[in-house]
């Protein structure tokens, strides 16, 4: 034998050339992009894909975005939150339009993605809603829709990512600040009322949105009695 090689460490994937084919203002805080990417990307719904941004004088920023789009469809759809003061958010939201090229690494992430081969229950917060709607799109475009039970929190209607999309019998909106007229829940934070009707036993959970978010919502979801094995979690916290 020559040499040892590891087979445990998978290869690190090729930076791709994307063109930005079209940008969305998805709420009054988030834009979606779609993008062109030159080479393969498959992925599963929940894998995120890394962003590079280069400037003129090669200083590069780079940041993690999960795929809102189904896989297999093109083009790939992120979604990006401006968080004021973000890096690289800020100039996704400002400096960047359609025809613009960015730099994308991925699909990465094996731990928070589903195949629609079972029902899961979804909780997200915020931008965290990103992969959990290429998991429903999935789940339609699989004829599947019953196995994708979601519960998104939004703070009032016009922050619901996805808004003429997301909604269906299997979707519970839980706004934190502002509600819809009528709505029967009234507003406030993600309760054990809320999340009870939605958990089934043996069924995974994946949770996407801010680490307290995330702290909150498994936190729910162990008083509910949903063990801990079955209980999936991406933090949307800083990343580079
Ligand atoms: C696996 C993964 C997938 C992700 N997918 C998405 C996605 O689909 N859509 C999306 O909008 N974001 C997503 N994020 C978050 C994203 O990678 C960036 O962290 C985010 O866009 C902020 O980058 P920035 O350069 O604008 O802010 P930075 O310049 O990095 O940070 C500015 C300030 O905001 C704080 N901060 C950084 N990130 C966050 C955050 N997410 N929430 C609150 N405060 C933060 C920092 O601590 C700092 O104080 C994902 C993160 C991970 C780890």
Redesign the pocket.
């Known amino acids: 034998m020559d040499r040892l090689v590891s087979t445990a460490i998978p290869p690190v994937q090729p930076w791709q050339l994307a063109t930005i084919v079209a940008v969305r203002q998805e709420t009054p805080n988030a834009k979606t992009f779609q993008l062109n990417v030159a080479g393969p990307h498959n992925f599963v719904a929940g894998q995120?894909f890394i962003i590079r941004l280069t400037a003129d004088d090669g200083y590069h920023?780079q940041?993690?975005?999960?795929a809102?789009s189904p896989p297999g469809q093109e083009p790939l759809e992120?979604?990006?939150?401006r968080?004021p003061?973000?890096?690289?958010?800020?100039f996704l939201h400002d400096g960047v339009d359609v025809g613009d090229m960015v730099d994308i690494r991925g699909p990465i992430?094996g731990h928070f993605a589903w195949d629609v081969s079972a029902p899961i229950l979804g909780i997200a917060g915020g931008?965290g809603v990103?992969?959990l709607m290429s998991m429903l799109r999935a789940a339609r475009a699989a004829g599947r829709s019953d196995y994708m039970t979601l519960v998104v929190s939004a703070r009032s209607p016009r922050d619901l990512y996805y808004a003429d999309e997301i909604t269906g019998p299997r979707t519970r909106v839980a706004y934190t600040r502002t509600a819809p007229p009528g709505d029967p829940r009234g507003v406030g934070r993600l309760t054990m009322e809320d999340l009870a009707p939605m958990v089934h036993v043996r069924q995974q959970a994946f949770v996407c949105g801010?680490p307290a978010f995330c702290d909150a919502a498994t936190m729910l979801l162990d008083s509910l009695g949903v063990p801990a094995y079955d209980i999936r979690v991406?933090?949307?916290?800083?990343?580079?």
């Open positions: 995120h920023a940041r993690a975005y999960s809102a992120i979604t990006v939150e968080l003061g973000g890096e690289v958010s800020t992430g931008s990103a992969p801010s991406e933090r949307f916290g800083p990343s580079g």
